[in-house]
T-cell receptor
Framework: GQQVMQIPQYQHVQEGEDFTTYCNSS?????IQWYKQRPGGHPVFLIQ?????EVKKQKRLTFQFGEAKKNSSLHITATQTTDVGTYFC?????????????FGSGTQLTVLP | NAGVTQTPKFRVLKTGQSMTLLCAQD?????MYWYRQDPGMGLRLIHY???????AKGEVPDGYNVSRLKKQNFLLGLESAAPSQTSVYFC???????????FGSGTRLTVV
């Protein structure tokens, strides 16, 4: 079955440092989505990338989708304590009405003040 | 606009007991999903539904059953709970299955 690998599993950074998490799929994706889950909370949708090579920005967050549509990254510039949480990528494979999102295992970000 | 509502939020079951988790969405979404989340394993799809009256198996369906009798509700049943089913369960919905999912706040289930 489809697998989505995400690294690193954990990342500790000092406030103000940058952070990057990487996602790789074993199969070509229809799109890739990113979610953030705060401690004790539920996943919240951040963004979706659809096109090969697509780059999107949300303030200090930069999302990239690889040319082959099999890998993606999330980069946070100058982390803040509000960035704490687990970041998940999720790859979508669409075949007819069968549209399943497969989640990576997540990267847990700790920001030290 | 409540979004996706899950009940209950917490539950402790004894091995062999049964229970039903309820998910309700008020966004007129066609697609609904049940995931379980375990430490270090991300979110794994249990069952999903592409519309009222339809259900399909996900990655880890064994030990669970689902029903989608009404478009806005998606029920997850455990017929005979086992300790391996201790987890946090999330329901999610999506309008077309192609865009972002909206998640409920989760149900923390412990089976002893």
């Amino acid at each position: 079955g489809q697998q989505v690998m995400q690294i690193p599993q954990y990342q500790h950074v000092q406030e103000g440092e940058d952070f990057t998490t990487y996602c790789n799929s074993s199969t070509t994706l229809s799109n890739i989505q990113w979610y953030k889950q705060r401690p004790g909370g539920h996943p919240v949708f951040l963004i979706q990338l659809v096109k090969s090579g697509e780059v999107k920005k949300q303030k200090r967050l930069t999302f990239q989708f690889g040319e082959a549509k099999k890998n993606s990254s999330l980069h946070i510039t100058a982390t803040q304590t509000t960035d704490v949480g687990t970041y998940f990528c999720a790859g979508l494979i669409s075949s007819g009405s069968a549209r399943q999102l497969t989640f990576g295992s997540g990267t847990q970000l700790t920001v030290l003040p | 606009n409540a979004g996706v509502t899950q009940t209950p939020k917490f539950r402790v079951l004894k091995t062999g007991q049964s229970m039903t988790l309820l998910c309700a969405q008020d966004m007129n979404h066609e697609y609904m999903y049940w995931y379980r989340q375990d430490p270090g394993m991300g979110l794994r799809l249990i069952h999903y539904s592409v519309g009222e009256g339809t259900t399909a198996k996900g990655e880890v369906p064994d030990g669970y059953n689902v029903s989608r009798l009404k478009k806005q509700n998606f029920l997850l049943g455990l017929e005979s709970a086992a300790p391996s089913q201790t987890s946090v369960y999330f329901c999610a919905s999506s309008y077309s299955g192609l865009g972002g999912y909206t998640f409920g706040s989760g149900t923390r289930l412990t089976v002893v």
